[in-house]
């Protein structure tokens, strides 16, 4: 399996990143972490080698990229307006740095995006804002408002609000999304989420995916038994969907 450890000084995150590459080929996907998790984490839990027999043959090839999530929604030692502000630096991050380097190394010109539990949530905000650059979206385990308190899931801003904050809420902005040239790109987007039944996220994913439905947006929810919200899950779940 091909393997690249990539490592560089973001002009937009002023710090150095680091990602890794698996495989050669085919689609290419964009793998966020979980929260605040590192870019190494899916392959030391098994997820990249459940995914080993498409990687080998060329069906796929992965992106595995690093979290900075405590210097964005988790720094709750800064305003929640620096928050939101970080994670914009991120997402530039991600267009102009990280998105350039897949476009060089595959030209298949298949572009997908993915994640688990809080990288669920990065994979489909960022399809959403910029529809056109992807045809494939997965969230597994993920929540799509960061400013709902779901159990012992906070909100992230502190009841805090801003545009910002408004057009990085994928439950908030596609409620009120009605440009028509901005909704035909993202029902051209496949979009899956999946989420455990007894997942404190199970009605947020319920109602996002009929908030979609709602504005004519197909998507497919998979409901899986118990919580779902582990590895061991996910190693399946990536087997079946990415």
């Known amino acids: 399996m091909n393997r690249e450890y990539h490592k560089w000084y973001s002009t937009r995150l002023q710090r150095n990143m680091e990602l890794l590459i698996f495989g050669h080929s085919g689609r290419c996907i964009l793998f966020f972490p979980t929260r605040m998790a ?7 839990w098994g997820i990249v080698n459940a995914l080993r027999d498409p990687i080998y043959n060329g069906d796929i090839q992965l992106f595995c990229i690093d ?8 720094n709750y030692w800064v305003h929640p307006s620096v928050r939101i502000a970080r994670h914009i630096q991120y997402e530039q991050y991600i267009l102009y740095e990280v998105v350039p380097l897949m476009q060089l190394k595959n030209t298949a ?14 994979a489909i905000n960022l399809a959403l804002k910029y529809p056109g650059l992807f045809k494939k ?20 801003f502190n009841g805090y609000h801003n545009n910002d904050v408004y057009f990085n809420m994928p439950r908030q902005y ?11 790109a993202i029902r051209n987007i496949e979009i899956i989420l999946a989420v455990g039944e007894t997942d404190p996220f199970l009605n947020d994913n319920r109602e996002f995916s009929q908030l979609l ?3 004519q947006i197909p998507n497919r929810l998979f409901i899986w038994n118990n919580y779902a919200h582990r590895p061991r899950y996910w190693k399946q779940m990536v087997q079946l969907y990415l």
């Open 38 to 44: 590192r870019f190494y984490d899916y392959e030391n």
């Open 213 to 215: 439905w709602g504005k």
């Open 67 to 74: 979290s900075i999530d405590a210097e964005s929604f988790y």
């Open 174 to 184: 596609v409620a009120n999304l009605n440009d028509s040239h901005t909704l035909d």
């Open 137 to 156: 979206a997965i969230g597994m385990s993920g929540r799509y408002d960061l400013t709902n308190q779901i159990q012992d899931f906070n909100d992230l």
């Open 109 to 122: 010109n298949y572009l997908e995006v993915a994640g688990c539990s809080m990288g669920a949530y990065h």
